[in-house]
Every structure is written in C-alpha cells, then in structure tokens.
C-alpha cells in the first residue's frame, strides 16, 4: 500500500488557476510505483482519468479535455507530485484524486488500487 495525501483545492473563478499536491508519507513514490496518476469525479459522474507521470522517466501523459492547460509534475525529491491547472472551467468542478499503480502507467481507473483522500475543486462561472 502506498500511502497518499492530497492537498490545494478550492473555489476559483474561471480562468483562475490552482495547483494540486499528492504526497507521499515516508518514502519517495519512485520505490513503490512506476506510475502516479490524477483523476477527478464530478459530482453525478463516475471517476475520470486527469493525468499521469512516470516518476522513473518522467514521462507525462494527458486527457484531451486537460492537455495544454494542466501540468503533472514530480518534485526533485520525488515525494510530491503537483498538477498544476490553468485556465479553469466550471467543467473542470470535481473532486480530484492521485493514485499509485506499482506497474507502467495507465489510464484505468481501475489499474490503480492506492488513492488519496481526494480534494474538491470548484470553479465558477
């Protein structure tokens, strides 16, 4: 089990920006996983893939509906992982979720079993 903690959401305008924190407890999210994603539920909806970044090579991937506006990062420590949002739309209104999946990355919602708590991030019109 990796153990995360999500932090930084909000209530922004759109257009605003927030960024996002996922950090690890004890350790560097590189020993226990080959893959660090975000997804994020709507309210009434089920949970979508965000983004996701391989800490090992830093490769990053993002969904359509993100890509251009969001930014998934890793820390030099590799304890933390960032998703920086710009641009925000009231689309964007969600509770979001990092994950750790010990395999290479993907984008099932289901492939990933270590979740944060979740942080609930609301962007008005």
């Known amino acids: 089990q990796v153990r995360l903690v999500e932090s930084g959401g909000g209530s922004v305008q759109a257009g605003g920006s927030l960024r996002l924190s996922c950090a690890a407890s004890?350790?560097?999210?590189?020993?226990?996983?080959?893959?660090i994603g975000w997804f994020r539920q709507p309210p009434g909806k089920e949970r979508e893939w965000v983004a996701h970044i391989s800490p090992r090579y830093g490769r990053t991937e993002y969904s359509a509906s993100v890509k251009g506006r969001f930014t998934i990062s890793l820390d030099n420590a590799q304890i933390t992982v960032y998703l920086q949002m710009n641009s925000l739309k009231p689309e964007d209104t969600a509770v979001y979720y990092c994950?750790?999946?010990?395999?290479?990355?993907?984008?099932?919602?289901?492939?990933?079993?270590?979740w944060g708590q979740g942080t609930q991030v609301t962007v008005s019109s």
């Open positions: 994950a750790a999946r010990r395999l290479g990355c993907a984008t099932s919602k289901d492939a990933y079993n270590d």
């Open positions: 004890g350790y560097t999210v590189s020993d226990k996983a080959n893959c």
